[in-house]
T-cell receptor, first 111, second 115 residues
């Protein structure tokens, strides 16, 4: 069953702009992760935020987590054409390491 | 760097054929996963394994089986391929029992077409 739901489904921006996408989930979590997938390839892990954290940064990425609203957001600042990809949130709710993925947000960054 | 490899990037099979998808990881990870990815549905877990010879069903195990005879290798088997199993198949691995540090490392995917 799908846990995370990303919003928007698609996003088109110009280089240099910021891109924001949101993820909502249904059950309590241990952590929430964001992944990137370039066209037709495997997923690459971007960032993990634990349930007791509210904000995390990694380079041009900023992730927030609001467990009371069961939601997270991923902000990519100063977007580049190379950021064109699909972005997925994934939640971890058990100790086995299983993840539940959302359907993803497709981001297109035009030069 | 963790490397997860999958045996084929593209595969075309006929309905009723038995299909084997192989996945190998080189980082001594305990956990291995098989997902299928379809447009608009994200990734759905088919099976996962947390140890050699151990397997657990995911969300959509019907029509699939798995084998894990060695720690580094996890195979997905379609016993009798059907057209609705046409999809992108992704393998992933992660450390076991790391609680908050269970990021998954993905292979490049196998795009399977069943005719």
């Amino acid at each position: 069953s799908q846990q995370g739901e990303e919003d928007p489904q698609a996003l088109s921006i110009q280089e240099g702009e910021n891109a924001t996408m949101n993820c909502s989930y249904k059950t309590s979590i241990n952590n929430l992760q964001w992944y990137r997938q370039n066209s037709g390839r495997g997923l690459v892990h971007l960032i993990l935020i634990r349930s007791n954290e509210r904000e995390k940064h990694s380079g041009r990425l900023r992730v927030t987590l609001d467990t009371s609203k069961k939601s997270s957001s991923l902000l990519i600042t100063a977007s580049r054409a190379a950021d064109t990809a699909s972005y997925f949130c994934a939640t971890a709710s058990d100790s086995w390491g299983k993840l539940q993925f959302g359907a993803g947000t497709q981001v297109v960054v035009t030069p | 760097d963790v490397k997860v490899t999958q045996s084929s990037r593209y595969l075309v099979k006929r309905t009723g054929e038995k299909v084997f998808l192989e996945c190998v990881q080189d980082m001594d990870h305990e956990n291995m996963f098989w997902y299928r990815q379809d447009p608009g549905l994200g990734l759905r877990l088919i099976y996962f394994s947390y140890d050699v010879k151990m397997k657990e069903k995911g969300d959509i195990p019907e029509g699939y089986s798995v084998s894990r005879e060695k720690k580094e290798r996890f195979s997905l088997i379609l016993e009798s391929a059907s057209t609705n199993q046409t999809s992108m198949y992704l393998c992933a691995s992660s450390l076991f029992g790391r609680g908050d540090y269970n990021e998954q490392f993905f292979g490049p995917g196998t795009r399977l077409t069943v005719l």
